[in-house]
Protein backbone atom coordinates (compact mmCIF):
# COMPACT_ATOMS: atom_id res chain seq x y z
CA UNK A 1 0.00 0.00 0.00
CA UNK A 2 2.88 2.27 -0.27
CA UNK A 3 2.45 2.90 -3.57
CA UNK A 4 0.34 4.96 -3.96
CA UNK A 5 -0.52 5.68 -7.14
CA UNK A 6 -0.84 2.23 -7.96
CA UNK A 7 -3.86 2.67 -5.47
CA UNK A 8 -5.67 5.47 -7.39
CA UNK A 9 -7.27 6.06 -10.70
CA UNK A 10 -6.51 4.24 -13.99
CA UNK A 11 -3.80 5.35 -16.40
CA UNK A 12 -3.94 8.65 -18.14
CA UNK A 13 -5.58 10.78 -15.41
CA UNK A 14 -3.49 13.63 -14.33
CA UNK A 15 -1.23 12.53 -11.53
CA UNK A 16 0.76 15.40 -9.86
CA UNK A 17 0.93 14.98 -6.28
CA UNK A 18 -2.21 16.88 -5.51
CA UNK A 19 -4.21 15.26 -7.70
CA UNK A 20 -2.99 12.10 -5.54
CA UNK A 21 -4.33 13.25 -2.57
CA UNK A 22 -7.89 14.70 -4.89
CA UNK A 23 -8.31 10.84 -5.09
CA UNK A 24 -7.15 9.79 -1.57
CA UNK A 25 -9.50 11.96 0.15
CA UNK A 26 -13.01 12.11 -0.48
CA UNK A 27 -16.05 13.71 1.33
CA UNK A 28 -17.02 10.57 1.94
CA UNK A 29 -14.41 8.38 2.94
CA UNK A 30 -10.32 8.54 3.14
CA UNK A 31 -8.05 5.83 1.89
CA UNK A 32 -6.23 3.65 3.90
CA UNK A 33 -2.55 4.23 2.50
CA UNK A 34 -2.61 7.55 4.24
CA UNK A 35 -2.25 6.22 7.88
CA UNK A 36 0.72 3.56 6.38
CA UNK A 37 3.16 4.77 3.52
CA UNK A 38 6.29 6.04 4.35
CA UNK A 39 6.28 8.48 0.83
CA UNK A 40 3.29 9.91 2.49
CA UNK A 41 4.51 10.45 5.88
CA UNK A 42 7.76 12.28 4.48
CA UNK A 43 5.39 14.36 2.47
CA UNK A 44 3.46 15.39 5.34
CA UNK A 45 6.54 16.71 7.11
CA UNK A 46 7.17 18.92 4.63
CA UNK A 47 3.96 20.04 3.95
CA UNK A 48 2.41 20.66 7.45
CA UNK A 49 4.78 19.78 9.96
CA UNK A 50 7.67 22.20 8.63
CA UNK A 51 5.07 24.74 7.64
CA UNK A 52 2.26 25.40 9.18
CA UNK A 53 1.81 26.56 13.07
CA UNK A 54 2.49 23.67 15.16
CA UNK A 55 2.10 24.04 19.12
CA UNK A 56 5.21 23.65 21.04
CA UNK A 57 4.75 24.66 24.31
CA UNK A 58 3.92 27.03 27.15
CA UNK A 59 5.32 30.49 28.15
CA UNK A 60 4.92 29.13 32.03
CA UNK A 61 7.04 26.05 31.15
CA UNK A 62 10.43 29.01 30.53
CA UNK A 63 8.66 31.78 33.30
CA UNK A 64 11.93 32.61 34.20
CA UNK A 65 14.77 34.46 32.41
CA UNK A 66 16.97 31.97 30.41
CA UNK A 67 14.86 29.44 31.03
CA UNK A 68 14.86 26.73 28.74
CA UNK A 69 12.98 23.15 27.83
CA UNK A 70 13.50 20.64 25.20
CA UNK A 71 10.06 20.67 23.06
CA UNK A 72 9.56 18.77 19.49
CA UNK A 73 7.97 20.18 16.02
CA UNK A 74 7.62 16.38 14.68
CA UNK A 75 11.05 14.42 14.39
CA UNK A 76 12.36 17.74 15.21
CA UNK A 77 14.08 18.26 18.65
CA UNK A 78 13.39 21.86 19.59
CA UNK A 79 14.86 24.14 22.27
CA UNK A 80 12.05 26.90 23.78
CA UNK A 81 14.05 29.27 25.43
CA UNK A 82 13.40 32.43 27.19
CA UNK A 83 16.22 35.14 26.90
CA UNK A 84 16.66 37.82 29.69
CA UNK A 85 15.04 40.59 27.69
CA UNK A 86 11.82 38.07 28.20
CA UNK A 87 11.97 37.04 24.32
CA UNK A 88 10.74 33.54 23.14
CA UNK A 89 12.95 31.66 20.89
CA UNK A 90 12.62 28.03 19.29
CA UNK A 91 16.14 26.89 17.90
CA UNK A 92 16.89 23.85 16.31
CA UNK A 93 19.21 21.39 18.41
CA UNK A 94 21.77 20.73 16.04
CA UNK A 95 25.64 22.21 16.37
CA UNK A 96 26.72 24.46 13.40
CA UNK A 97 30.33 22.65 13.38
CA UNK A 98 29.38 18.81 12.61
CA UNK A 99 25.75 18.62 13.94
CA UNK A 100 26.09 17.50 17.39
CA UNK A 101 23.24 18.46 19.39
CA UNK A 102 23.78 21.03 21.92
CA UNK A 103 21.37 20.87 24.63
CA UNK A 104 20.89 17.89 26.49
CA UNK A 105 19.31 17.96 29.29
CA UNK A 106 15.06 18.63 29.27
CA UNK A 107 14.90 21.79 31.09
CA UNK A 108 16.98 24.12 32.64
CA UNK A 109 17.98 27.19 33.29
CA UNK A 110 21.10 28.73 31.51
CA UNK A 111 22.15 31.87 29.13
CA UNK A 112 23.96 29.41 26.90
CA UNK A 113 24.98 26.43 25.08
CA UNK A 114 27.88 24.90 25.15
CA UNK A 115 28.23 21.78 22.26
CA UNK A 116 30.09 18.64 23.91
CA UNK A 117 32.09 17.98 21.19
CA UNK A 118 34.24 20.55 20.54
CA UNK A 119 33.44 23.15 22.62
CA UNK A 120 31.29 25.87 20.35
CA UNK A 121 28.44 27.98 22.21
CA UNK A 122 26.10 30.01 21.46
CA UNK A 123 23.62 32.32 23.06
CA UNK A 124 20.47 30.91 24.33
CA UNK A 125 19.10 32.78 21.42
CA UNK A 126 21.12 31.20 18.99
CA UNK A 127 23.61 33.42 18.15
CA UNK A 128 27.32 31.96 18.38
CA UNK A 129 29.19 32.70 21.23
CA UNK A 130 32.30 31.55 20.54
CA UNK A 131 34.64 28.03 20.05
CA UNK A 132 38.07 27.24 21.05
CA UNK A 133 41.88 27.19 19.39
CA UNK A 134 41.02 30.35 17.17
CA UNK A 135 43.74 29.38 14.82
CA UNK A 136 42.30 26.61 13.24
CA UNK A 137 40.02 29.40 11.28
CA UNK A 138 42.76 32.35 11.31
CA UNK A 139 42.55 34.05 14.02
CA UNK A 140 38.56 35.25 13.69
CA UNK A 141 36.75 34.61 17.27
CA UNK A 142 33.48 34.17 15.18
CA UNK A 143 32.18 32.93 12.19
CA UNK A 144 28.98 33.41 10.51
CA UNK A 145 26.99 30.54 11.57
CA UNK A 146 24.47 30.22 15.13
CA UNK A 147 22.08 27.17 16.04
CA UNK A 148 19.31 27.14 13.73
CA UNK A 149 15.95 28.86 14.26
CA UNK A 150 12.28 27.92 13.48
CA UNK A 151 11.56 31.42 11.68
CA UNK A 152 8.45 32.61 13.04
CA UNK A 153 7.10 32.03 16.80
CA UNK A 154 4.34 32.99 17.71
CA UNK A 155 2.03 32.79 21.17
CA UNK A 156 -1.25 32.94 22.01
CA UNK A 157 -2.70 33.34 25.43
CA UNK A 158 0.28 31.71 26.70
CA UNK A 159 0.61 28.97 24.09
CA UNK A 160 3.81 29.07 21.79
CA UNK A 161 3.82 28.16 18.20
CA UNK A 162 6.21 27.68 15.82
CA UNK A 163 6.12 27.83 11.90
CA UNK A 164 8.63 27.29 9.55
CA UNK A 165 7.81 29.13 6.67
CA UNK A 166 9.80 32.06 6.62
CA UNK A 167 5.75 33.33 5.68
CA UNK A 168 2.15 32.15 5.87
CA UNK A 169 -0.80 33.01 7.36
CA UNK A 170 -0.27 34.13 10.85
CA UNK A 171 -0.81 32.50 13.91
CA UNK A 172 -3.99 34.41 14.55
CA UNK A 173 -5.36 33.80 11.09
CA UNK A 174 -4.63 29.84 11.74
CA UNK A 175 -6.13 29.11 15.10
CA UNK A 176 -9.04 31.29 13.42
CA UNK A 177 -12.52 29.81 15.43
CA UNK A 178 -10.40 28.24 17.70
CA UNK A 179 -8.81 31.03 19.70
CA UNK A 180 -12.37 31.43 21.31
CA UNK A 181 -11.82 27.68 22.80
CA UNK A 182 -8.38 28.18 24.23
CA UNK A 183 -9.92 31.32 25.61
CA UNK A 184 -12.53 29.93 26.98
CA UNK A 185 -10.01 27.46 29.11
CA UNK A 186 -8.39 30.52 29.80
CA UNK A 187 -11.21 32.19 31.36
CA UNK A 188 -11.91 29.02 34.14
CA UNK A 189 -8.31 30.28 35.70
CA UNK A 190 -9.02 32.69 38.76
CA UNK A 191 -5.74 35.08 37.53
CA UNK A 192 -6.87 34.32 33.60
CA UNK A 193 -3.79 31.93 33.07
CA UNK A 194 -3.33 28.57 32.86
CA UNK A 195 0.26 27.18 33.80
CA UNK A 196 1.80 23.91 32.29
CA UNK A 197 3.63 22.91 35.73
CA UNK A 198 3.15 19.04 36.14
CA UNK A 199 5.23 17.70 34.07
CA UNK A 200 4.81 15.59 30.70
CA UNK A 201 4.02 11.56 30.38
CA UNK A 202 4.82 10.47 27.14
CA UNK A 203 2.65 8.17 25.10
CA UNK A 204 4.21 6.03 22.52
CA UNK A 205 1.44 4.05 20.43
CA UNK A 206 2.30 2.52 17.13
CA UNK A 207 0.01 3.99 15.56
CA UNK A 208 -0.06 6.90 12.17
CA UNK A 209 -0.60 10.51 14.04
CA UNK A 210 -3.68 11.40 11.96
CA UNK A 211 -5.30 8.28 13.97
CA UNK A 212 -4.97 9.84 17.41
CA UNK A 213 -5.79 13.50 15.81
CA UNK A 214 -8.90 12.11 14.92
CA UNK A 215 -10.35 10.31 17.71
CA UNK A 216 -9.54 13.31 19.55
CA UNK A 217 -13.39 14.72 19.03
CA UNK A 218 -14.86 11.57 17.83
CA UNK A 219 -17.97 11.51 19.82
CA UNK A 220 -18.98 7.94 18.44
CA UNK A 221 -16.22 5.96 20.37
CA UNK A 222 -16.23 6.96 24.16
CA UNK A 223 -19.33 4.62 24.81
CA UNK A 224 -17.91 1.88 23.91
CA UNK A 225 -14.24 2.10 24.44
CA UNK A 226 -14.50 4.03 27.77
CA UNK A 227 -17.49 2.36 29.21
CA UNK A 228 -15.34 1.02 31.81
CA UNK A 229 -14.25 3.81 33.39
CA UNK A 230 -17.57 5.80 32.93
CA UNK A 231 -19.19 2.71 34.95
CA UNK A 232 -16.45 2.97 37.80
CA UNK A 233 -16.35 7.08 37.99
CA UNK A 234 -20.03 6.79 38.00
CA UNK A 235 -19.49 9.26 35.70
CA UNK A 236 -22.04 11.20 33.25
CA UNK A 237 -19.57 11.72 30.24
CA UNK A 238 -21.09 8.38 28.65
CA UNK A 239 -24.27 10.39 28.05
CA UNK A 240 -23.03 13.46 26.52
CA UNK A 241 -21.98 10.96 23.77
CA UNK A 242 -25.56 9.49 22.91
CA UNK A 243 -27.35 9.24 20.01
CA UNK A 244 -29.57 11.85 22.27
CA UNK A 245 -27.35 14.29 23.75
CA UNK A 246 -27.85 18.08 22.29
CA UNK A 247 -24.15 18.24 22.62
CA UNK A 248 -22.74 18.83 18.92
CA UNK A 249 -19.45 18.14 16.96
CA UNK A 250 -17.97 21.70 15.25
CA UNK A 251 -15.51 21.83 12.20
CA UNK A 252 -14.22 25.10 13.64
CA UNK A 253 -12.25 25.74 10.08
CA UNK A 254 -8.50 25.04 9.46
CA UNK A 255 -8.82 21.79 10.66
CA UNK A 256 -9.69 22.87 13.90
CA UNK A 257 -13.02 20.61 15.48
CA UNK A 258 -14.37 20.29 18.91
CA UNK A 259 -16.78 18.72 20.39
CA UNK A 260 -19.03 21.08 22.08
CA UNK A 261 -20.62 20.06 25.29
CA UNK A 262 -22.48 23.21 26.81
CA UNK A 263 -25.75 22.29 25.13
CA UNK A 264 -25.72 19.23 27.54
CA UNK A 265 -24.33 21.52 30.58
CA UNK A 266 -26.32 24.84 29.94
CA UNK A 267 -29.55 22.06 30.49
CA UNK A 268 -27.94 20.39 33.45
CA UNK A 269 -27.16 23.41 34.75
CA UNK A 270 -24.80 22.79 37.47
CA UNK A 271 -21.93 24.87 38.45
CA UNK A 272 -18.29 22.50 37.69
CA UNK A 273 -21.15 19.54 36.70
CA UNK A 274 -18.65 18.99 33.85
CA UNK A 275 -15.96 18.85 36.16
CA UNK A 276 -17.96 15.75 38.25
CA UNK A 277 -17.47 18.19 41.36
CA UNK A 278 -19.28 20.66 43.22
CA UNK A 279 -18.89 24.06 44.54
CA UNK A 280 -18.67 22.66 48.21
CA UNK A 281 -15.84 21.30 47.69
CA UNK A 282 -13.79 24.01 46.28
CA UNK A 283 -15.26 27.19 48.00
CA UNK A 284 -12.19 29.31 47.83
CA UNK A 285 -11.65 28.65 43.60
CA UNK A 286 -15.40 30.08 43.38
CA UNK A 287 -15.00 32.66 45.39
CA UNK A 288 -12.48 33.70 43.45
CA UNK A 289 -13.93 32.93 39.97
CA UNK A 290 -16.88 34.93 41.30
CA UNK A 291 -14.65 38.08 41.86
CA UNK A 292 -13.67 37.74 38.94
CA UNK A 293 -16.55 37.31 36.34
CA UNK A 294 -19.29 38.42 39.16
CA UNK A 295 -21.83 36.31 40.20
CA UNK A 296 -23.82 35.42 37.07
CA UNK A 297 -20.88 35.89 35.11
CA UNK A 298 -19.16 33.04 37.32
CA UNK A 299 -22.06 30.99 37.37
CA UNK A 300 -21.87 30.67 33.31
CA UNK A 301 -18.26 29.71 32.73
CA UNK A 302 -18.35 27.43 35.82
CA UNK A 303 -21.75 25.63 34.43
CA UNK A 304 -20.18 25.72 30.72
CA UNK A 305 -16.85 24.08 31.81
CA UNK A 306 -13.92 24.02 29.50
CA UNK A 307 -13.27 22.91 25.60
CA UNK A 308 -12.98 19.69 23.89
CA UNK A 309 -11.16 21.12 20.94
CA UNK A 310 -8.61 19.58 18.51
CA UNK A 311 -6.22 22.64 17.37
CA UNK A 312 -4.51 21.15 13.98
CA UNK A 313 -2.49 19.21 13.65
CA UNK A 314 -1.10 18.54 17.24
CA UNK A 315 -2.46 20.26 20.06
CA UNK A 316 -5.62 18.43 21.89
CA UNK A 317 -7.08 20.50 24.86
CA UNK A 318 -9.37 17.54 26.79
CA UNK A 319 -11.03 19.99 29.43
CA UNK A 320 -8.45 19.72 31.95
CA UNK A 321 -5.95 17.70 30.49
CA UNK A 322 -3.26 19.05 26.99
CA UNK A 323 -1.97 16.92 24.81
CA UNK A 324 0.70 17.25 22.30
CA UNK A 325 0.83 14.94 19.21
CA UNK A 326 4.24 14.36 18.07
CA UNK A 327 4.74 11.99 15.10
CA UNK A 328 7.76 10.45 14.68
CA UNK A 329 7.19 7.48 11.89
CA UNK A 330 4.20 6.88 9.47
CA UNK A 331 3.46 4.06 12.13
CA UNK A 332 4.88 5.64 15.63
CA UNK A 333 3.46 8.59 17.14
CA UNK A 334 4.57 10.04 20.84
CA UNK A 335 1.55 11.84 22.55
CA UNK A 336 3.29 14.20 25.40
CA UNK A 337 0.00 14.30 28.17
CA UNK A 338 -0.08 17.14 31.16
CA UNK A 339 -2.59 18.45 33.69
CA UNK A 340 -4.18 22.21 32.98
CA UNK A 341 -3.24 23.88 36.24
CA UNK A 342 -5.26 27.52 36.54
CA UNK A 343 -3.48 30.18 38.30
CA UNK A 344 -4.45 31.15 41.39
CA UNK A 345 -6.33 27.90 42.00
CA UNK A 346 -4.44 25.26 44.15
CA UNK A 347 -7.87 23.37 45.26
CA UNK A 348 -9.07 22.81 41.32
CA UNK A 349 -5.49 22.07 40.62
CA UNK A 350 -4.61 19.32 43.31
CA UNK A 351 -7.72 17.65 41.36
CA UNK A 352 -7.18 18.43 37.98
CA UNK A 353 -3.77 17.04 38.85
CA UNK A 354 -5.54 13.76 40.44
CA UNK A 355 -8.09 13.15 37.07
CA UNK A 356 -5.11 13.55 34.87
CA UNK A 357 -3.24 10.52 36.99
CA UNK A 358 -6.54 8.62 36.89
CA UNK A 359 -7.23 9.11 32.91
CA UNK A 360 -3.97 9.47 31.06
CA UNK A 361 -1.59 8.40 33.79
CA UNK A 362 0.63 5.22 33.58
CA UNK A 363 -1.95 2.93 35.22
CA UNK A 364 -4.99 5.43 33.74
CA UNK A 365 -8.19 4.25 32.45
CA UNK A 366 -9.18 6.63 29.77
CA UNK A 367 -5.70 7.14 27.27
CA UNK A 368 -4.78 3.64 27.94
CA UNK A 369 -8.45 2.37 25.97
CA UNK A 370 -7.67 5.12 23.36
CA UNK A 371 -4.36 3.42 22.54
CA UNK A 372 -5.19 0.39 22.04
CA UNK A 373 -7.88 1.26 19.53
CA UNK A 374 -4.87 3.71 17.63
CA UNK A 375 -3.40 0.44 17.51
CA UNK A 376 -5.35 -2.07 16.36
CA UNK A 377 -6.62 0.47 13.88
CA UNK A 378 -2.68 0.75 12.88
CA UNK A 379 -2.66 -3.06 12.47
CA UNK A 380 -6.19 -2.75 10.50
CA UNK A 381 -5.31 -0.65 8.06
CA UNK A 382 -2.38 -2.32 7.09
CA UNK A 383 -4.58 -5.13 6.02
CA UNK A 384 -5.71 -4.66 1.86
CA UNK A 385 -8.93 -4.71 1.77
CA UNK A 386 -11.35 -2.94 1.85
CA UNK A 387 -8.98 -0.29 1.16
CA UNK A 388 -11.14 2.52 2.02
CA UNK A 389 -12.27 4.29 5.73
CA UNK A 390 -15.05 5.90 6.00
CA UNK A 391 -16.28 9.15 7.20
CA UNK A 392 -19.61 9.85 6.37
CA UNK A 393 -21.56 9.78 9.55
CA UNK A 394 -23.49 12.13 9.76
CA UNK A 395 -22.65 14.07 6.54
CA UNK A 396 -26.27 13.99 5.55
CA UNK A 397 -27.68 16.14 8.70
CA UNK A 398 -25.52 18.13 9.44
CA UNK A 399 -26.20 22.29 9.38
CA UNK A 400 -24.67 25.53 9.32
CA UNK A 401 -24.73 27.10 13.07
CA UNK A 402 -24.80 31.04 13.75
CA UNK A 403 -20.95 31.52 13.34
CA UNK A 404 -21.20 29.66 9.99
CA UNK A 405 -19.87 26.94 11.14
CA UNK A 406 -20.49 22.87 10.20
CA UNK A 407 -21.87 21.25 13.06
CA UNK A 408 -22.84 17.58 13.48
CA UNK A 409 -24.66 15.53 16.48
CA UNK A 410 -22.71 14.65 19.49
CA UNK A 411 -21.49 11.20 17.87
CA UNK A 412 -20.72 12.56 14.35
CA UNK A 413 -17.63 12.42 12.30
CA UNK A 414 -18.12 16.16 11.75
CA UNK A 415 -14.48 16.93 12.82
CA UNK A 416 -12.79 14.35 11.19
CA UNK A 417 -14.40 15.85 7.79
CA UNK A 418 -13.26 18.72 8.55
CA UNK A 419 -9.44 17.83 9.53
CA UNK A 420 -9.87 15.97 6.35
CA UNK A 421 -10.31 19.10 4.42
CA UNK A 422 -7.88 20.95 5.54
CA UNK A 423 -5.17 18.09 5.63
CA UNK A 424 -5.96 18.11 1.78
CA UNK A 425 -6.04 21.38 1.49
CA UNK A 426 -1.93 21.61 2.96
CA UNK A 427 -0.98 18.48 0.77
CA UNK A 428 -2.41 19.53 -2.29
CA UNK A 429 -2.29 23.78 -2.27
CA UNK A 430 0.33 25.34 -5.32
CA UNK A 431 1.38 22.07 -6.24
CA UNK A 432 0.79 20.13 -9.52
CA UNK A 433 -2.40 18.03 -10.54
S1 LIG B 1 29.99 19.33 16.59
FE1 LIG B 1 29.62 20.86 18.01
S2 LIG B 1 31.53 21.68 18.43
FE2 LIG B 1 31.96 20.21 16.94
FE1 LIG C 1 -11.20 8.22 23.69
Same mark, same amino acid.
Given at each position: ?28 ? *? ?37 ? *??K ?7 I ?5 D ?32 H????R ?10 H?G ?94 ? *? ?37 V ?19 R ?108 E ?34
Amino acid at each position: MTEVTDAVGPAGRPSGPAARYDELIQPRR *VHGSLYTSPEIFADELQQIWYRTWVYVGHVSEIAEPNDY *VRKSIGPQDVIMTRTADGEVHLLLNRCAHRGNLVCEADAGNSSSFRCPYHGWTYRNNGDMLGYPFHQGYGGRNKLELGLGRVPRVGVYQGFVFGSFAEDGPTLEQHLGEAKGEIDRLVRLAPEGEIELSAGFLKHRARANWKLLAENETDGYHPQFVHASIFS *VAESGIGALYGEKSTAVTRALGNGHSENDLRPEFRRLGVPLGWFGTTEEKVPNYVKAMRDRHGDSGAEEVLIEGAPHVMIFPNLFIAEIQLFAIQPLAADLTVQHVTAVQFKGAPEMNKRMLQQCVGSVGPAGMLLADDTEMYERNQAGVAELRPEWLDVRRGVDREEIDERGLTIGGATDETGMRGFWSHYKHLMTEGRVR
